[in-house]
């Protein structure tokens, strides 16, 4: 695609992030976050992976990144605006005006959808704090070329459960964000043990292993796969993630956090 589409993809994880925080153009009358600030898109698998900077003054800068060829095009400078009920945004570049429609918004998370012809594509952002690529994405992808692959057993070892703590009761609970959506959960089964689980959706299945406690944080390896063959190659196909559950003041909440490379992200969580 070229460059000066503004495609960039997210979890979501997604959503993994900075805290770099802004204010300016508003997404709803409702909703306060912006989407000022520098989003990085996961690479796609032409190894396109743009950075773009949305100002509070309406400006947008897109930074083209290719992490398969490099790239020495310039930086593109545009106008953008957010329709008044926050679910659309317009680009106008010098190419022409781009319309994208506003899927989701968090503090560090953007998802944005785009038709082109009779595709429908959705891409996803993560705001970061300085105009870098995410390549180490893209390179892990293709250093390892077993994950473009159907998952096998041996790829992962399973094994979900939590060792006993006498403060264990505290993580219990389907941890989910400011969406409603589930991030992760802790559950007894019917053998009174604890585990880490999380219901597969369309898309990904999840498993986890290396369970432990450091301190008051609950620690585990969080791993993610895709019976979809169309999925083999996305960046987050057979990915295993670093993550982390923390108690805060409010017992219905909770501070997940995990690591996309040697990032760390933090999300407070709400128990449902």
Same mark, same amino acid.
């Given at each position: 695609?070229?460059?000066?589409?503004?495609?960039?993809?997210?979890?979501?994880?997604?959503?993994?992030?900075?805290?770099?925080?802004?204010?300016?153009?508003?997404?709803?009358?409702?909703?306060?976050?912006?989407?000022?600030?520098?989003?990085?898109?996961?690479?796609?698998?032409?190894?396109?992976?743009?950075?773009?900077?949305?100002?509070?003054?309406?400006?947008?800068?897109?930074?083209?990144?290719?992490?398969?060829?490099?790239?020495?095009?310039?930086?593109?400078?545009?106008?953008?605006?957010?329709?008044?009920?926050?679910?659309?945004?317009?680009?106008?570049?010098?190419?022409?005006?781009?319309?994208?429609?506003?899927?989701?918004?968090?503090?560090?998370?953007?998802?944005?959808?785009?038709?082109?012809?009779?595709?429908?594509?959705?891409?996803?952002?993560?705001?970061?704090?300085?105009?870098?690529?995410?390549?180490?994405?893209?390179?892990?992808?293709?250093?390892?070329?077993?994950?473009?692959?159907?998952?096998?057993?041996?790829?992962?070892?399973?094994?979900?459960?939590?060792?006993?703590?006498?403060?264990?009761?505290? *993580?219990?609970?389907?941890? $989910? @964000?400011?969406?409603?959506?589930?991030?992760?959960?802790?559950?007894?089964?019917? =053998?009174? !043990? &604890?585990?880490? *689980?999380?219901?597969?959706? $369309? @898309?990904?299945?999840?498993?986890?292993?290396?369970?432990?406690?450091?301190?008051? =944080?609950? !620690? &585990?390896?969080?791993?993610?796969?895709?019976?979809?063959?169309?999925?083999?190659?996305?960046?987050?196909?057979?990915?295993?993630?670093?993550?982390?559950?923390?108690?805060?003041?409010?017992?219905?909440?909770?501070?997940?956090?995990?690591?996309?490379?040697?990032?760390?992200?933090?999300?407070?969580?709400?128990?449902?």
């Amino acid at each position: 695609m070229r460059k000066n589409i503004l495609i960039c993809v997210l979890v979501v994880f997604l959503s993994s992030c900075a805290s770099t925080q802004g204010k300016g153009v508003n997404l709803s009358h409702e909703d306060e976050i912006s989407i000022v600030g520098t989003w990085a898109m996961l690479p796609l698998r032409n190894g396109i992976a743009n950075v773009v900077e949305f100002t509070d003054a309406g400006r947008s800068n897109l930074y083209p990144f290719n992490c398969r060829v490099g790239s020495s095009d310039p930086v593109e400078s545009s106008r953008y605006r957010i329709s008044g009920d926050g679910k659309r945004m317009r680009i106008f570049s010098p190419a022409g005006v781009q319309n994208f429609d506003v899927i989701s918004v968090e503090d560090n998370s953007m998802k944005l959808g785009m038709s082109i012809g009779e595709f429908e594509l959705t891409f996803s952002y993560v705001r970061v704090n300085q105009v870098s690529p995410l390549c180490f994405l893209y390179n892990e992808a293709v250093a390892d070329g077993s994950k473009n692959s159907a998952f096998k057993e041996e790829d992962f070892v399973h094994d979900p459960w939590v060792p006993e703590n006498p403060h264990v009761e505290r *993580y219990v609970g389907r941890w $989910e @964000n400011e969406e409603g959506k589930v991030q992760v959960e802790v559950v007894r089964d019917g =053998e009174a !043990r &604890y585990k880490i *689980y999380k219901e597969s959706s $369309e @898309n990904w299945n999840h498993l986890y292993n290396d369970v432990r406690w450091s301190g008051l =944080e609950l !620690r &585990y390896q969080h791993f993610a796969y895709s019976d979809k063959e169309e999925l083999f190659e996305h960046a987050f196909h057979k990915s295993s993630r670093l993550a982390m559950l923390t108690p805060v003041d409010d017992l219905n909440k909770i501070k997940w956090s995990f690591f996309v490379g040697d990032k760390r992200y933090d999300y407070i969580l709400n128990r449902r």
